[in-house]
């Protein structure tokens, strides 16, 4: 089981099956989908998403649907912990929030807040971010969490059409080193 986690504005619940609906609908959307995949790939399916929803739980990773404290029955978005290749320590940030909710810091404050836990918690080394060269908020957004430009691997595909995708990393060292522990 995945902790329900909690940042000043928002709660992060563990994915589950309710919050399926929602997903797909966020998945439907071509403007969320806009740097990641075609409307319609069946990689984003229902189906698919439900697949891999829960299969890395046991390790401690996997989604979070996030809501805001003030309205907790509006899914928001989603952030994740998911493996990052085959090596059991390698692991990618994931986030994703419905348009309406854009430009208001919850995808920051989420994902720093998993951060915490991954660095902390979970004392995971490093941790990456895989994103489209071209999506400037998701560049962003990385780069304001502390991540810093990693190699590209060729193989890493991203979009539609396909380019390479821009990777990005954070080790735990780089994170202690931005989140002193409060004196
Ligand atoms: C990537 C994505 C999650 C970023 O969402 P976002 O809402 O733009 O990101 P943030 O939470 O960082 O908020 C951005 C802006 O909110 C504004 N903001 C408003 N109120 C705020 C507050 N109380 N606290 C912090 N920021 C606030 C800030 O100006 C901030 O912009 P800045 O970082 O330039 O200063 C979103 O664009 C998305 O879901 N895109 C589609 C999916 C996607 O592409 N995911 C990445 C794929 S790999």
Redesign the pocket.
Known sequence: MLPELESE?LLLRPRSLGDLDAIAEMNADP??????AAIGDPAMSREAVTARSFSHVDRGLGYWSVFAKAEPEIFL?YVGLIPDGDAADDVQL??????S???????????ARLLRHGFGTLALPSIA????PL?P??L??AE?LGFRPAPLDPAML?GHPAVIATRFRLTGEMWRGLNPPAA
Do not use: C, D, P
């Open positions: 504005r403007e969320v989908m806009k740097h990641i978005g994931s986030y994703r929030f419905t348009v909710s854009w430009g208001q810091g919850y995808a920051r404050e989420a994902a971010v895989t994103t489209h999506n908020s998701s962003r957004l304001r991203i």
